[in-house]
């Protein structure tokens, strides 16, 4: 009894709270989106978990079961979840008004933080100082994502078969392959799996050679001459694409830009993911750092309206279908090759990045305690990247300047 009585308290609560005026309801979700895109440190689970305390818990805007459908949908569309979490929200609470002004405010505290360290990057980034932040910076970010990778893991990695395909994928990344074809092999190998079309084991034959034969369409490494227009298509389409945590962000960042494009080197994407790191709200704001590196306050508005453009209309779209999605076992198939996949891409990209973050026994020291620290006692990844800042900044002082 005292359970139903809980229920029927919570839909009440729901229901009465979209009684009040629009008005009131959007000016309540800016001021709880602003504040929890200026303290969300963590990444999105954390900033996922922050959500569902003050929507469900304090606010009761939403039933608990309500808000795990909402978490559902997010897994099955592309974009950053925590984000799209706060747009979902924003959409119950107040229609396409509450989807545009949850979003928006979740996104512009960290978007104007970040422009701020990109504008002293551009113009001191050279200095001995900020040179030793950054040594000291990028081998905890190696150790955050390897957390992430194996929290991750644990969860994505429900078989053996998939494992498998983790594996290929990984393999198929590390030859080159175009991230979006591993992606969606990883997908299409699943869902046809347990479709069973083909027997229990002529599934994986059938597609593992596509896995290790797509190298060959996989676009090369070529400079191409920098453009605000294609930098916008560049983030739109990353934006467009990208299932899994925002550390998979590291791995379509590094295809284009990088290797790709040749706009950027290792280095700078390091350091630009080091600095969406360091600061709170979504990964995805390490666009706004690369934009304005490339492209000034310009660039970096694009990029981030770029990046962010398709979770608006993404879950505008999938809002309504939301109890549909849920229930569809294809699509749950696909997603669990997506998310193996994504895995796999976090993987091959933390692998090259490492090379450019260990560069001695201090830094490997760094990024190996750092490691036991997130595995073992659970730390707050912004706490250790403060921490890694000061490391680098004390051995400039103790040590001597590092390299960069």
Known sequence: MAATASKMNEAGSDADALTEPRAVRLRQLAWLFLKLGTIAFGGPAAHIAMMEDEVVRRRKWMTREKFLDLLGATNLIPGPNSTEMAIHIGYLRAGSSGLLVAGTCFILPAALIVSGIAWAYVRFGTLPEALAVLYG????????????????????????????????????????????????????????????????????????????????????????????????????????????????????????????????????????????????????????????????????????????????????????????????????????????????????????????????????????LAAVLLLRFRINSAWLVLAGAAVGIASAYVLGQPAS
């Open 137 to 368: 910076i990028k081998p905890v970010i190696i150790a955050v994502v390897v957390q992430a990778l194996w929290g991750l893991g644990k969860t994505a990695v429900k078989t053996r078969f998939l494992g498998f395909v983790a594996v290929g994928a990984l393999g198929a990344s590390l030859l080159g392959v175009n991230e979006l074809a591993v992606l969606f092999a990883g997908g299409i190998v699943v869902a046809f799996w347990r479709w069973g079309m083909e027997g229990r084991h002529a599934g994986v034959s059938a597609f593992m050679p596509l896995l290790g034969t797509a190298a060959a369409t996989a676009p090369a490494a070529a400079g191409v001459t920098f453009g605000l227009w294609p930098l916008f298509l560049v983030f739109l389409k990353i934006g467009s694409v990208l299932f899994g945590s925002g550390y998979v962000l590291l791995a379509f960042l590094r295809a284009d830009l990088v290797e790709r494009l040749g706009w950027l080197t290792e280095a700078q994407l390091l350091d630009a993911v080091a600095v969406g790191q360091m600061t709170p709200g979504p990964v995805f704001t390490t666009a706004t750092f690369i934009g304005y590196v490339l492209g000034g306050g310009i660039g970096a508005l694009l990029a981030t309206v770029g990046i962010f453009l398709p979770a608006f209309v993404f879950v505008a779209l999938s809002g309504p279908l939301v109890p549909r999605i849920r229930r569809s076992k294809t699509a749950g198939a696909v997603l669990d090759g997506v998310n193996v996949a994504s895995l796999a891409l976090m993987a091959a990209v933390t692998i090259s990045l490492a090379r450019a973050a260990i560069v001695d026994v201090p830094t490997a020291v760094l990024a190996l």
